[in-house]
């Protein structure tokens, strides 16, 4: 069974913390996303990574950085967290796109910034 | 600039009664377009995708060009199909949502 596990369900932070995201795939997936969800805004991609090491800016990358040491687990870090990063976190994998088109989801990190 | 449009955030129906979720799409080439649902307390996962013309749990959609829209349908919904639903379309090797639609089946 296809799974990705996102570490922390719950998390809360102060403002100016620094704050990691854990993701974790068993499914040998080369890609791996970080999206936030929230209400009315839908689901927004933050970062993405095709390959170890490598990494690519999605469309709201500001104030986060990512990490892909190894091809399973994908991290998301937030230098200095701020109240507007209060959010839901969905992390993902696929296959290359050709081959399937599917995004599989973690169960999602809520993060609250005091 | 290629975006994802579902206009409404909530829909609510009587279980039996025909459902539509609306998603309208710009982008400028041949689009390829997903619907994501998340049911309560589980993970986003795909419902169907238009390249497969497939019906996934009595759920269909149809790409219309013409009107650039992927609208999600089913003839008689159900209380289980309460649920958060997405319209996606792929950009190169990503995905773009939109804001997504809540479906409220009441008894």
């Known amino acids: 069974d296809v799974k990705v596990t996102q570490s922390s369900r719950y998390l809360v932070k102060r403002t100016g913390e620094k704050v990691f995201l854990e993701c974790v795939q068993d499914?040998?997936?080369?890609?791996m996303f970080w999206y936030r969800q929230d209400p009315g805004l839908g689901l927004r991609l933050i970062y993405f990574?095709?390959?170890?090491?490598?990494?690519e800016k999605g469309d709201i990358p500001e104030g986060y950085s990512v990490s892909r040491e190894k091809k399973e687990r994908f991290s998301l870090i937030l230098e200095s967290a701020s109240t507007n990063q209060t959010s839901m976190y969905l992390c993902a994998s696929s296959l290359p796109w050709a081959e399937t088109g599917e995004l599989f989801f973690g169960e999602g990190s809520r993060l609250t910034v005091l | 600039a290629q975006r994802v449009t579902q206009p409404e955030k909530l829909l609510s129906v009587f279980k039996g009664a025909p459902v539509e979720l609306k998603c309208n799409y710009s982008y400028s080439g041949s689009p390829e377009l997903f619907w994501y649902v998340q049911y309560s307390r589980q993970r986003l996962q795909l419902l169907l995708r238009h390249i497969s013309r497939e019906s996934i749990k009595g759920f269909t959609a149809d790409l219309n060009k013409g009107e650039t829209s992927f609208h999600l349908k089913k003839p008689f919904a159900q209380e289980e199909d309460s649920a958060m639903y997405y319209c996606a379309l792929r950009r190169t090797d990503k995905l773009i949502f939109g804001t997504g639609t809540r479906l409220q089946v009441f008894p």
């Open positions: 499914m040998d997936h080369e890609n």
């Open positions: 990574s095709y390959d170890v090491k490598m990494k």
